[in-house]
């Protein structure tokens, strides 16, 4: 599977923002879809997590009721909708593949998504 993530750009605070990844192969629908994202001099942090067969969300707390993600599995793409957004949210954010399943602990886990797309960089100005 190979990833692209793509629409980063400059915003000001409290603006909105989507991010796309796109996803080649037949089998995208198999893998769950995370989002990760890494400011500079920082740890990549996990964003959240999309489930392949019922789409199922979970989000961690720094952006849990204003980021969103979803998938379109015809297509084969997954989208990550940031509202409210903060200068704190300014990273690279990065999508990510994952075969195995995973639970609440588990699922931020960077070591456990087999694959990985190039970033996009997100700009938040205050």
């Known amino acids: 599977v190979q990833l692209q993530a793509s629409g980063g750009g400059l915003v000001q605070a409290g603006d909105s923002l989507r991010l796309s990844c796109a996803a080649s192969?037949?089998?995208?629908?198999?893998?769950?879809m995370g989002w990760f994202r890494q400011a500079p001099g920082k740890e990549r942090e996990f964003v959240g997590i999309?489930?392949?067969?019922?789409?199922?969300?979970y989000y961690a707390d720094s952006v849990k009721g204003r980021f969103t993600i979803s998938r379109d599995n015809v297509k084969n793409m997954v989208y990550l909708q940031m509202n409210s957004l903060k200068p704190e949210d300014t990273a690279v954010y990065h999508c990510?593949?994952?075969?195995?399943?995973?639970?609440?602990?588990?699922?931020?886990?960077?070591?456990?998504?087999?694959?990985w797309g190039q970033g996009t960089l997100v700009t938040v100005s205050s």
């Open positions: 999309i489930t392949g067969s019922d789409s199922s969300t």
């Open positions: 192969g037949r089998t995208f629908s198999r893998y769950a």
């Open positions: 990510a593949a994952r075969s195995k399943g995973f639970t609440m602990v588990t699922m931020s886990r960077v070591y456990e998504y087999d694959y």
